[in-house]
């Protein structure tokens, strides 16, 4: 019995087997390429939107991590921020410490600064004050009022000493030449008509009050020209912590009516 020597059929006799006409009726010639623009097919139409079975963002599965024996394993430690505070604490400390020993050096020293401007301030203020004195004393000399001798004058006209003209015409020139003398409590020490010592204060009595003298003396211990106390010798006598202007007053009335004894005393003689 004959066979197909292309495909191995077994043919009947006379039988011619049809493979070879089947395989050239499905071989068809390939049409030669022509290129197209991108995204559009051979008739120029633009493709259509692509199905896709999810919109944008595409949905992933989430695969949890599980063990060998199936199980879930726990979720990963977090990453630890220890190395943050081993950074920040060291600095912070360091900066802390320069605060304080900032404030350590820079209080005290703008403290004593503070200190002394203000003392500067009222010692100034006790010398416009004995200027001002004078020139009231000159001019009520003019006026033929009777200012010579030695006398104590104060703000306060109850702690007036052997004031032997107007009082009242006194203040009111003394404040003309002196604008904020009403701001002011003070005495005056004026020998032969002329003032030589003046003590200035915000109060009488109070002991946080600064003090300020005409005139000062240069204190080594301090640095600057200090206020001091009426000596009827001359003595320098340095005006002392908590002392109030009432505390000068007292002292300098004592040392004026010494002076005063001294004085008499010589004359006598």
């Known amino acids: 019995m004959p ?3 292309n495909c191995g059929r ?4 006379g039988e011619v087997c049809g493979c070879r006409d ?3 009726q499905q071989v068809q010639p390939q049409q030669p390429y022509e290129q197209q623009p991108w995204g559009y097919p051979q008739n ?4 259509p939107n692509p199905p896709y079975p999810y919109p944008y963002p595409y949905p992933y599965p989430q695969i949890k991590p599980v063990a060998y024996d199936g199980t879930p394993l726990p979720p990963p430690p977090k990453p630890s921020k220890m190395w943050l505070l081993a950074i920040i604490i060291p600095f912070g400390l360091f900066f802390i410490a320069l605060l304080v020993l900032f404030f350590a050096v820079y209080m005290p020293s703008a403290r004593s ?7 500067r301030n009222i010692n100034s203020v006790a010398s416009g004050i004995r200027s001002a004195a004078n020139d009231t004393l000159n001019e009520l000399d003019i006026e033929e009022e009777w200012v010579m001798g030695d006398y104590i004058i104060s703000s306060n006209n109850a702690l007036n000493v052997y004031v032997g003209f107007d009082e009242e015409k006194f203040y009111k020139k003394e404040e003309f030449h002196f604008a904020d003398l009403d701001k002011y409590e003070y005495f005056i020490v004026v020998e032969n008509g002329k003032p030589v010592y003046a003590a200035v204060s915000e109060s009488w009595h ?3 009050a600064y003090i300020g003298t005409y005139p000062l003396e240069y ?3 301090t640095y600057y020209y200090a206020p001091v106390k009426y000596s009827a010798k001359g003595e320098k006598v340095f005006v002392k912590d908590k002392e109030t202007l009432n505390d ?8 004026f009516e010494k002076k005063l004894d001294m004085k008499m005393y010589k004359e006598e003689r």
Not at 10 to 13: A, E, G, M, T, V
Not at 113 to 119: E, F, G, R
Not at 248 to 255: N, P
Request: aromatic residues 14%; glycine residues 2%.
């Open 10 to 13: 077994k043919l009947n006799d």
């Open 219 to 221: 204190d080594k211990n």
């Open 248 to 255: 000068l007053y007292e002292y300098a009335r004592e040392e």
């Open 3 to 5: 066979y197909c020597t």
């Open 206 to 208: 109070d002991k946080k």
């Open 44 to 47: 120029g139409q633009p493709y």
């Open 22 to 24: 089947a395989a050239q």
């Open 113 to 119: 600064y503070s200190n002394k401007a203000k003392q």
